[in-house]
């Protein structure tokens, strides 16, 4: 029973990390111990931390405890991760190629950091021409939007808070934004700043949040939507930074 919780624990832990749902992480935690033998299941999941206790059919008990200090979206692992454990339900117990196969889906191939930043260029710029900006707009968000990943992504690297990087982000963009507006590159910056903005918004977040909040699980859904709602604020206060240390969007 101690195995069956530590693989419970694993595949819980980083289906947390790609961002699944709390209620969606608490059923698979469950149903994986319970098909494996488990007389009792009682999970305690929030965004940061994993609390589970299983007891088996001897009286004996087991808790483990994990700390969760990243999170993420990624569909395609959360899906793999739901296949594995479901594949565990089905069997009644821990496959022997286990190890492996847990291996091969959280060392699973990731986009190149190339593709994700043209990525993000591209949908900058789209996002600009949706809210009806101009050509020239969209090309100086397509700019825009490499610049807020580069932020980004070397913000990542130093593992400073999420929040820290929306603020650092919308800073970035708003400058070169203002830059592009005196240079006489554009008229105006408000599609610019809201298409590139998209980028930043934490839809997954808040989407989760209330979802977990739907489905009764209060801790889990005001923690992800507080945070959802202080990512917010930091992406406000890094445009009005911005505007602040350049001193207004005047030529």
């Known amino acids: ?5 530590q693989c419970a624990m694993d595949i819980g832990e980083q289906m947390l990390i790609c961002g699944g749902e709390v209620h969606r992480v608490e059923d698979s935690v469950k149903r994986i111990c319970l098909a494996c033998g488990a007389k009792r299941v009682d999970p305690f999941i929030i965004t940061s931390c994993m609390i589970v206790t299983v007891t088996d059919t001897e ?44 291996d091969n889906v959280s060392n699973s191939k990731k986009y190149p950091t190339y593709v994700l930043a043209l990525a993000n260029m591209l949908m900058a710029g789209v996002f600009t021409l949706f809210f009806l900006g101009t050509l020239t707009e969209s090309l100086i968000s397509v700019i825009v939007g490499g610049v807020i990943f580069l932020v980004s992504f070397l913000i990542d690297k130093t593992h400073l ?37 998209m980028l930043l ?29 202080l990512c917010a604020l930091a992406i406000a206060a890094g445009y009005f930074s911005a505007i602040f240390i350049l001193g207004g969007l005047g030529a």
């Not at 029973?1 to 919780?5: I, S, W, Y």
């Not at 989760?208 to 939507?225: E, K, M, Q, V, Y």
């Open 59 to 102: 009286g004996s008990s087991y808790t483990q405890t994990r700390r969760i200090t990243s999170m993420g979206a990624n569909n395609e692992m959360l899906h793999n991760l739901n296949q594995l454990s479901r594949r565990i339900c089905a069997l009644g117990h821990i496959p022997d190629d286990y190890e492996k196969a847990f």
């Open 1 to 5: 029973m101690e195995k069956v919780l």
């Open 201 to 229: 918004i934490p839809g997954s977040g808040l989407t989760n949040g209330l979802r977990d909040l739907f489905t009764g699980d209060s801790i889990a859904g005001l923690l992800r939507s507080i945070e959802a709602v």
């Open 161 to 197: 808070n999420n929040i820290f990087s929306k603020y650092i982000s919308a800073l970035a963009a708003t400058a070169f934004a203002v830059a592009a507006l005196r240079l006489g590159l554009v008229t105006s910056i408000d599609k610019i700043i809201i298409g590139c903005i």
